[in-house]
């Protein structure tokens, strides 16, 4: 069986809030950051193999954020070399696939990405 592309962040899925992510998940992936194997812990037992984020979130980042992530994919780049095949990313939900909101990234719907409430 093939695995599709997944997104695991802590707080997704739990009761209340779908994909809400709860005050102790900060500390959380400050945990995951001093680990060992960082990337590794990050994805728990979970059988995701890739990490996939909507342009359109990103882009919601701020400038900082948003120049340090393409800094750090830079020197992925330089530092790895792998064969680059070419993804393609389908949206599911229990297990059904279903319209992706986010793939316009020219026209987002603002509305779906919320800015979470500083502790």
Do not use: C
Request: aromatic residues 10%; charged residues 30%.
């Amino acid at each position: 069986m093939m695995r599709t592309l997944a997104l695991t962040v802590p707080g997704a899925g739990r009761a209340g809030e779908a994909g809400a992510m709860m005050e102790d998940d900060l500390n959380i992936f400050e945990m995951f950051a001093k680990s060992e194997t960082p990337v590794h812990d990050s994805f728990g037992l979970t059988y995701a193999s890739y990490l996939v984020y909507p342009r359109s979130v990103l882009e919601r980042m701020p400038r900082e954020w948003q120049s340090r992530f393409v800094l750090m994919l830079g020197e992925l780049h330089d530092r790895l070399e792998y064969d680059e095949p070419h993804y393609t990313v389908h949206a599911r939900k229990n297990g059904a696939f279903i319209k992706d909101e986010l793939r316009n990234y020219r026209r987002p719907d603002r509305s779906l990405i919320r800015e979470r409430k500083q502790p």
